[in-house]
């Protein structure tokens, strides 16, 4: 039947030209943006994954400026420790010809006094951004951003690269106020630290084979604890030497009798001294004399002071003195000592800056990988997209002849009437 009010074969034209148009529209806006789904409505599943796949890209990116920021730390910490351990290495040689009877020891100990004060100027400027990791100012190991991982269910949590300081300072940078030595104020002291049967500030005798111990009674932020040996008055083994610590609000009484055990000890180690033994059992530290004379042990508190660090990991070079054969002796067993721990501290930083030069090489890879797999969800295949393009194209043609032809169907009816 024909007729002049309903033309199908032209409504089936049209919606085969309307569908023409539609996929044409899609594969110009594909070839135009470059991909195939730009938006939620194109494929909701594709577009939600790599959505999230974006988003993890942008951050490892982040990750990369992180872990840029920390090898640049490390970096300097690592260079600083080997030129440390250059001057050390200049400075054990000084020592060494020291060692002779024949040479001036005084012009000797003037040049390594200056390396001295050059491994200080080292220390000081080794930092990047501020943040120092040679200059014994905290203990807390430096964590550099390293990675975001992703659960399978989702969740996201934060990896990190620990990286260890490493002390390699000399001066103690904590203060303290006047230490108390007047006998009015040595008894208030005994309440901070107690020297055995002495009052806190007065001397007490340690006879040969004796053992004195001394005992950190309190703790509070700013309190000073100062303990001297001295032998002078009889074999005159280590001279007169003070070992002190400004506490900080974290310090325990164990803590505090840690710090100054361990600043003994090292003393003692660096000097190969073997005469005296010092040990400690829990907030009590105990020196004990085998020297075959009379050891003087002093305890001294303040108040008020302002908490730093002690004795720095290098701490012993202050004591190094080449002007007597004893000294030069010493001077060469605690040489050896230093030159050890800068190395080690060197080769700890070298450690680290490698597994974070490993890390972002892999981070890198992540990122790449990560973009191709967003590619291959999302970005338009050009080559079937301009193949696709000109069927339509062809399609489109066909379809408006087509249309027209339906078009035109109805003025045949007109032949009926004439």
């Known amino acids: 039947m024909s007729s002049i009010l309903t033309n199908n074969s032209a409504m089936v034209a049209l919606e085969t030209l309307r569908s023409i ?75 060494v010809s020291a060692q002779e009877e024949n040479v001036d020891r005084t012009k000797i100990q003037t040049d390594i006094s200056a390396l001295r004060d050059q491994v200080g100027s080292i220390v000081g400027a080794a930092q990047f951004n501020g943040l120092n990791l040679i200059d014994g100012s905290s203990a807390d190991d430096v964590s550099v951003l390293s990675s975001l991982d992703r659960a399978p269910n989702g969740t996201v949590s934060a990896s990190y690269i620990a990286v260890a300081r490493q002390d390699l300072s000399i001066a103690n940078s904590s203060t303290a106020a006047t230490y108390n030595t007047t006998p009015a104020n040595q008894s208030a002291d005994q309440a901070i630290i107690a020297n055995g049967a002495a009052n806190a500030g007065a001397a007490a005798s340690v006879v040969d084979t ?42 325990s009484a164990s803590s505090v009798a840690a710090t100054l055990e361990t600043q003994l000890s090292n003393f003692l180690s660096a000097t190969g001294q073997t005469d005296f033994t010092v040990s400690r059992t ?34 012993d070079l202050a004591t190094i003195d080449v002007t007597t054969d004893a000294g030069a002796i010493s001077a060469l067993t605690a040489i050896e000592g230093l030159l050890d721990q800068s190395i080690d501290a060197a080769a700890a930083f070298g450690s680290a800056q490698k597994r974070i030069d490993t890390q972002n090489e892999f981070v890198q890879t992540m990122v790449d990988s990560l973009t191709s797999g967003i590619g291959g969800l999302t970005d338009t295949d050009m080559e079937a997209a301009s193949a696709k393009l000109q069927a339509l194209q062809v399609q489109q043609q066909l379809g408006t002849q087509a249309l027209s032809i339906a078009n035109q169907a109805p003025q045949s009816l007109l032949s009926l009437f004439r």
């Open 21 to 95: 148009n539609k996929d044409l529209a899609m594969v110009q806006s594909e070839i135009s943006t470059g991909k195939k789904v730009s938006s939620a409505k194109d494929n909701a599943a594709i577009w939600a994954i790599s959505t999230v796949m974006s988003t993890d890209v942008e951050s490892f990116k982040q990750i990369q400026d992180s872990l840029n920021l920390g090898n640049s730390s490390v970096g300097v910490a690592r260079s600083a420790s080997e030129q440390i351990a250059d001057v050390l290495q200049d400075m054990k040689e000084l020592i």
């Open 210 to 251: 004796a053992t004195q111990t001394i005992t950190i009674a309190s703790v509070a932020d700013g309190n000073g604890y100062r303990l001297t040996i001295d032998d002078t008055a009889t074999n005159n083994n280590i001279g007169q030497r003070t070992f002190e610590y400004v506490a900080s609000a974290n310090d």
């Open 282 to 315: 829990d907030d009590a530290i105990s020196i004990t004399n085998n020297s075959g004379a009379a050891l003087s042990v002093t305890a001294n508190a303040s108040t008020g002071g302002t908490a730093g660090v002690s004795a720095g990991g290098l701490g």
